[in-house]
């Protein structure tokens, strides 16, 4: 069981390249999340997915994409990243019928 | 006003002694709140959750939640270097909503044991 899995560790990215980062959970949850984490400024929510095949928009959604492909996985696309875009991605998700979030490893991302 | 607010710190504490860590929040319907401590390069980790008004202890660490003045604070007894850590406070305003939680997340107190 490896719980909540996130690839990559690491990027750095030049202005206007896409990626896509991507998570999976291995706990049987429904609900998943992306958030960044910037100095100062806290976890913000960018997308959540209530259950297979819903997502919606969080906090901060703008330059963001997602996917949740099935119930194990749930995908970040970045279009055409930006500096602003800098930050740590951390992908979380909740058991069904509770609100606890578990995290994962996180994805350190630089974008030149 | 931010919706979930913590001292940034940092907040230095002699080991052995207690570590006090306060929240407020900004929502009164409020019902779900967590202490998660993340250590520096890594992931939040869940300590606590406490849903009712009052103590909730487990181990070194004991929750408070006084929803009348909208704080809820975290008490870590006999504070060991390993406490050393930033500690974030999580406020969820839709339990029972389950599929539409969110959590509003404090920008974190950083925790200091001091040898």
């Known amino acids: 069981n490896a719980g909540v899995t996130q690839t990559p560790k690491f990027q750095v990215l030049k202005t206007g390249q896409s990626m896509t980062l991507q998570c999976a959970q291995d706990?049987?949850?429904?609900?998943m999340y992306w958030y960044r984490q910037d100095p100062g400024m806290g976890l913000r929510l960018i997308y959540y997915?209530?259950?297979?095949?819903?997502?919606d928009k969080g906090e901060v959604p703008n330059g963001y994409n997602v996917s949740r492909l099935n119930k194990r996985e749930f995908s970040l696309r970045l279009e055409s990243a930006a500096p602003s875009q800098t930050s740590v991605y951390f992908c979380?998700?909740?058991?069904?019928?509770?609100?606890?979030?578990?995290f994962g490893p996180g994805t350190r991302l630089t974008v030149l | 006003q931010k919706e979930v607010e913590q001292n940034s710190g940092p907040l230095s504490v002699p080991e052995g002694a207690i570590a006090s860590l306060n929240c407020t929040y900004s929502?009164?319907?409020?019902?779900?709140f967590f202490w998660y401590r993340q250590y520096s390069g890594k992931s939040p980790e869940l300590i606590m959750s406490?849903?009712?008004?009052g103590d909730k202890e487990d181990g070194r660490f004991t929750a408070q939640l006084n929803k009348a003045s909208q704080y809820v604070s975290l008490l870590i007894r006999d504070s060991q270097p390993s406490d050393s850590a930033t500690y974030l406070c999580?406020?969820?305003?839709?339990?029972?909503?389950?599929?539409?939680?969110?959590?509003?997340f404090g920008t974190g107190t950083r925790l200091t044991i001091i040898p």
């Open positions: 979380a998700s909740t058991p069904q019928r509770t609100d606890t979030q578990y």
């Open positions: 706990m049987n949850h429904n609900s």
């Open positions: 997915s209530a259950s297979e095949g819903t997502t």
């Open positions: 929502d009164r319907g409020s019902q779900s």
């Open positions: 406490i849903y009712s008004n």
């Open positions: 999580a406020v969820n305003n839709l339990r029972g909503d389950f599929g539409n939680e969110k959590l509003t």
